[in-house]
């Protein structure tokens, strides 16, 4: 059975930057490409970042040169770090992988920022 567990989560100054993680079980964890979501409210869920089995790494826009996507395939950990965050990176974000052709999801993390 697959479950995504997300942490780190909290509050963050603007500016600030903040870890959050994901323990991935389930899965053979290096062959899967997993990627962070995020959503804030009254707004859709967005992709923010994504990293494949061979370590290529891509990201949305609006987080490109702030955010690090990274994955640790003995822990099988997925980290997402956030730096200079910004009061619109705020929200619910979650993690999620594609595996025998289903679509997993982790309950989320939430971030807040705030001065």
């Known amino acids: 059975q697959v479950h995504l567990v997300e942490s780190g989560g909290g509050l963050v100054q603007p500016g600030g930057s903040l870890t959050l993680s994901c323990k991935a079980t389930g899965i053979v964890f290096a062959r899967a490409t997993m990627e962070w979501h995020r959503q804030a409210p009254e707004k859709s869920r967005e992709l923010v970042a994504i990293?494949?089995?061979?370590?290529?790494?891509n990201y949305a826009d609006s987080v490109q040169g702030r955010f690090i996507i990274s994955r640790d395939n003995v822990r099988r950990r997925l980290s997402l770090q956030m730096n200079n965050v910004k009061p619109e990176d705020a929200g619910v974000y979650y993690c999620?992988?594609?595996?025998?052709?289903?679509?997993?999801w982790g309950q989320g993390t939430q971030v807040t920022v705030s001065s």
């Open positions: 999620s992988t594609t595996w025998s052709g289903r679509t997993f």
């Open positions: 990293t494949t089995s061979g370590g290529s790494t």
